[in-house]
T-cell receptor
Framework: GENVEQHPSTLSVQEGDSAVIKCTYSDSASNYFPWYKQELGKRPQLIIDIRSNVGEKKDQRIAVTLNKTAKHFSLHITETQPEDSAVYFCAASGYSTLTFGKGTMLLVSP | GAVVSQHPSRVICKSGTSVKIECRSLDFQATTMFWYRQFPKQSLMLMATSNEGSKATYEQGVEKDKFLINHASLTLSTLTVTSAHPEDSSFYIC??????????FGEGSRLTVL
């Protein structure tokens, strides 16, 4: 089955800095790569996703890149704000259900 | 995206009792729903796939007799934790799949077994 590795496990940045979270996956058949943001005690919220026919996607301060050859994808957050502090999960799926990475706790300090 | 409602949000029970959690898809007819478990500071682990009108598909290591899933309609799936023990304390979250593969999650149910 699919195996998703996510790094780093924790990330601390200053407000206004950029944050990058990286994930790798094992199943070359995977073609859908979403990112979820989960605040403490809350449900995961989809923030951006990318499919294998696209190399990069951007939505305001958030962007995701995908390298299918290397089987890795990354989340980029620019101009970070304290409200960006949360746990971020990457995930991958092909013909089956989503497999999640272990999560990255992002802390943005004012 | 799909609107998913989960109830109860928090439940505390005594060891040995059973607890039922409901997951409703409010605006989407879901033939399939997914149940996840999340321990503190850990990732989401798929427990089972709930199939409307048929048996659920359980992931390896998940006891089907302990975690009973019923998906009697296109809008409702229930998870019953039978004979709960302290080690079953966790955050249980259901989800519904969108038409293009994305998942939409319920609010989650925090179970504490004393």
């Amino acid at each position: 089955g699919e195996n998703v590795e996510q790094h780093p496990s924790t990330l601390s940045v200053q407000e206004g800095d950029s944050a990058v979270i990286k994930c790798t996956y094992s199943d070359s058949a995977s073609n859908y790569f979403p990112w979820y943001k989960q605040e403490l005690g809350k449900r995961p919220q989809l923030i951006i996703d990318i499919r294998s026919n696209v190399g990069e996607k951007k939505d305001q301060r958030i962007a995701v890149t995908l390298n299918k050859t290397a089987k890795h994808f990354s989340l980029h957050i620019t101009e970070t704000q304290p409200e960006d502090s949360a746990v971020y999960f990457c995930a991958a799926s092909g013909y089956s259900t989503l497999t999640f990475g272990k999560g990255t706790m992002l802390l943005v300090s004012p | 995206g799909a609107v998913v409602s989960q109830h109860p949000s928090r439940v505390i029970c005594k060891s040995g009792t059973s607890v039922k959690i409901e997951c409703r898809s409010l605006d989407f007819q879901a033939t399939t729903m997914f149940w996840y478990r999340q321990f503190p500071k850990q990732s989401l682990m798929l427990m089972a796939t709930s199939n409307e009108g048929s048996k659920a598909t359980y992931e390896q290591g998940v006891e089907k007799d302990k975690f009973l899933i019923n998906h009697a309609s296109l809008t409702l799936s229930t998870l019953t934790v039978t004979s709960a023990h302290p080690e079953d304390s966790s955050f249980y979250i259901c989800s519904v799949g969108g038409r293009t593969g994305e998942l939409f999650f319920g609010e989650g149910s925090r179970l504490t077994v004393l």
